[in-house]
T-cell receptor, first 116, second 113 residues
Framework: DAGVIQSPRHEVTEMGQEVTLRCKPISGHNSLFWYRQTMMRGLELLIYFNNNVPIDDSGMPEDRFSAKMPNASFSTLKIQPSEPRDSAVYFC??????????????FGPGTRLTVL | EDKVVQSPLSLVVHEGDTVTLNCSYEVTNFRSLLWYKQEKKAPTFLFMLTSSGIEKKSGRLSSILDKKELFSILNITATQTGDSAIYLCAVHERPTSTKKLTFGTGTRLTIIP
């Protein structure tokens, strides 16, 4: 398995521009998570999906952030308009829920976003 | 508000030393605690702990959970330069259907040759 795939790996954009980050979870996983990591705040959960349905988006910082999961193999995180404080590494992770047991999350390589 | 606190924030030791990393938590409806290692890229899974007092071990790494005192430790013996990384602790709450993990800020471990 290729693992969780994210694109692009690096994105540099100017303030005000729209940014779209993409994620392909591990095949067969039914949960997908978007995280943001910065030096100041560490790893923060933004939103997660279970069976393609958003379950908790309380971590999404502002209305400028939106996420979609149109099918089991693809998700996007969009920032519009972007601001310099959005600069961070954005991780996508996926996992499989087996009955009621917790399971580990597998992380993608991340997208390093720089907003100038 | 639920929180996960790791200590120390940063640790520098010499190769061969033994280190202990700490993770304390305050969450409602605790289900499990996970340890991840993050080098230059994405976090990679180390351990999942659900029961108190049962040590999990993988090579030179081991971890144990204390659900009464609400903490976990991660031990690394005979450290090597390859152990240099950020070690993240995360807590999973019930019900498991939510699958939400709350992460600590991590401990940055540096091993000096």
């Amino acid at each position: 398995d290729a693992g969780v795939i994210q694109s692009p790996r690096h994105e540099v954009t100017e303030m005000g521009q729209e940014v779209t980050l993409r994620c392909k979870p591990i095949s067969g996983h039914n949960s997908l998570f978007w995280y943001r990591q910065t030096m100041m705040r560490g790893l923060e959960l933004l939103i997660y999906f279970n069976n393609n349905v958003p379950i908790d988006d309380s971590g999404m910082p502002e209305d400028r952030f939106s996420a979609k999961m149109p099918n089991a193999s693809f998700s996007t995180l969009k920032i519009q308009p972007s601001e310099p404080r959005d600069s961070a590494v954005y991780f996508c992770a996926s996992s499989w829920r087996a009955n009621t047991e917790a399971s580990e999350q597998f992380f993608g390589p991340g997208t390093r976003l720089t907003v100038l | 508000e639920d929180k996960v606190v790791q200590s120390p924030l940063s640790l520098v030791v010499h190769e061969g030393d033994t280190v202990t990393l700490n993770c304390s938590y305050e969450v409602t409806n605790f289900r499990s605690l996970l340890w991840y290692k993050q080098e230059k890229k994405a976090p990679t899974f180390l351990f999942m702990l659900t029961s108190s007092g049962i040590e999990k071990k993988s090579g030179r790494l081991s971890s144990i959970l204390d659900k009464k005192e609400l903490f976990s430790i991660l031990n690394i013996t005979a450290t090597q330069t390859g152990d240099s990384a950020i070690y993240l602790c995360a807590v999973h709450e019930r019900p498991t259907s939510t699958k939400k993990l709350t992460f600590g800020t991590g401990t940055r471990l540096t091993i000096i040759p």
